[in-house]
C-alpha cells in the first residue's frame, strides 16, 4: 500500500513538473545584431509548436514607460498586464530585477517561481542575459545556455569568454548555435572555419566538447527552418522547470579557482 502511495506521488509529481514553465538560457556576448533575430525566430518557432513564451531580458532595463520584471516584483499592475497567455510571446526588459534577483538572498526577495501571475502567463521562459548573469542566477542547474556565433574574430573571442564562463564558474554547459549567411562559397568556408576554431578552443583548453548547431539567416528556408525547430525543442527539453527553481540556489558560492579572466 506504501508503494502504491508512493508511485502515485511520483506520478503526480511528474505531471505537476510537465505543466510548470520550463526556464531557457540565451547568453548574450554583446553580439546582439546575431542574437536578437535568432531570438525572435526561436520565440516564433516555439509558438508555431504550440508554446507561450516569456522572454526576461537582462539586456535593457525596465523604466516606468517599459514596465518589467522589476515592476513585477514590485506587485504593480502595469507589469502584471503584460502577462497575458493568450499573447504567443512577450519580451519583458528585466535588468534591474534579474540584478535584483541576483541580490537577494540575504534580503528573501521573491525567487521567480514565487512571482505573481509568471508561471500562468507562459509554458517557456528564456532568460536573455550575460554569462555572468546565468551563472548567478543558474548555476549547476542543469540548463543548456545557448552561444549565438556569427563569423568574425571579434565574436569568437567574446563567445570563447562567455563559454568559459559560464562552464567553469556556472558548471552549465553551453551549445552554440552558428549563424551562416547564404553567401558566396569563400565568406561561408570562413565563417565555418571560425566556428571549428571555437570548438577547437573549447575542447584544447576547456576539455570540453562544444555541441553546435548551423542555421542559415533565412528563416523560410525549410531547412533552417527544421533546423530551429529541432533546436528549440531541445532546449525546451533541457529546460529547468520553474517549479524546480530553488531561490537558494542562485547565491552558491564558486570555488576559488573559478574563472576570473584570462588569456585562454
Known amino acids: 500500500?506504501?508503494?502504491?502511495?508512493a508511485n502515485q506521488a511520483i506520478g503526480l509529481q511528474a505531471m505537476a513538473l510537465q505543466a510548470s514553465p520550463r526556464m531557457l538560457a540565451l547568453a548574450s556576448h554583446g553580439d546582439q545584431a546575431t542574437e536578437l533575430p535568432l531570438l525572435w525566430n526561436l520565440c516564433s518557432t516555439l509558438a508555431d509548436l504550440g508554446y507561450s513564451v516569456l522572454v526576461l531580458d537582462a539586456t535593457h532595463s525596465e523604466s516606468a514607460q517599459g514596465p518589467g520584471l522589476e515592476q513585477l516584483i514590485d506587485g504593480a499592475s502595469a507589469a502584471r498586464d503584460r502577462l497575458d497567455p493568450s499573447v504567443p510571446w512577450t519580451i519583458l526588459?528585466?535588468?534591474?530585477?534579474?540584478?535584483?534577483?541576483?541580490?537577494?538572498?540575504?534580503?528573501g526577495h521573491a525567487s521567480?517561481?514565487?512571482?505573481?501571475?509568471?508561471?500562468?502567463?507562459?509554458?517557456?521562459?528564456?532568460?536573455?542575459?550575460?554569462?555572468?548573469?546565468l551563472v548567478s542566477l543558474l548555476p549547476h542547474s542543469g540548463v543548456t545556455p545557448l552561444l549565438?556565433?556569427?563569423?568574425?574574430?571579434?565574436?569568437?573571442?567574446?563567445?570563447?569568454?562567455?563559454?568559459?564562463?559560464?562552464?567553469l564558474n556556472g558548471g552549465l554547459r553551453p551549445s552554440i548555435a552558428c549563424m551562416l549567411e547564404s553567401v558566396e562559397s569563400d565568406r561561408l568556408e570562413s565563417d565555418l572555419a571560425f566556428h571549428r576554431n571555437l570548438q577547437d578552443c573549447s575542447m584544447t583548453f576547456l576539455g570540453y566538447q562544444l555541441e553546435s548547431v548551423s542555421l542559415g539567416d533565412d528563416p523560410a528556408d525549410e531547412s533552417s527552418a527544421a533546423a530551429l525547430r529541432a533546436l528549440a525543442l531541445r532546449l525546451v527539453e533541457s529546460g529547468l522547470?520553474?517549479?524546480?527553481?530553488?531561490r537558494a540556489t542562485p547565491w552558491v558560492k564558486q570555488p576559488s579557482t573559478a574563472y576570473q579572466g584570462g588569456s585562454h
Open 112 to 133: 521567480l517561481r514565487d512571482l505573481t501571475g509568471l508561471s500562468q502567463s507562459c509554458s517557456v521562459m528564456i532568460l536573455y542575459a550575460s554569462a555572468s548573469t
Open 1 to 5: 500500500m506504501l508503494e502504491t502511495c
Open 241 to 246: 522547470p520553474l517549479e524546480q527553481y530553488d
Open 93 to 107: 526588459p528585466a535588468a534591474i530585477g534579474l540584478k535584483r534577483l541576483c541580490q537577494a538572498s540575504a534580503t
Open 148 to 167: 549565438v556565433v556569427a563569423g568574425g574574430k571579434r565574436a569568437l573571442v567574446s563567445a570563447y569568454q562567455a563559454l568559459k564562463l559560464l562552464l
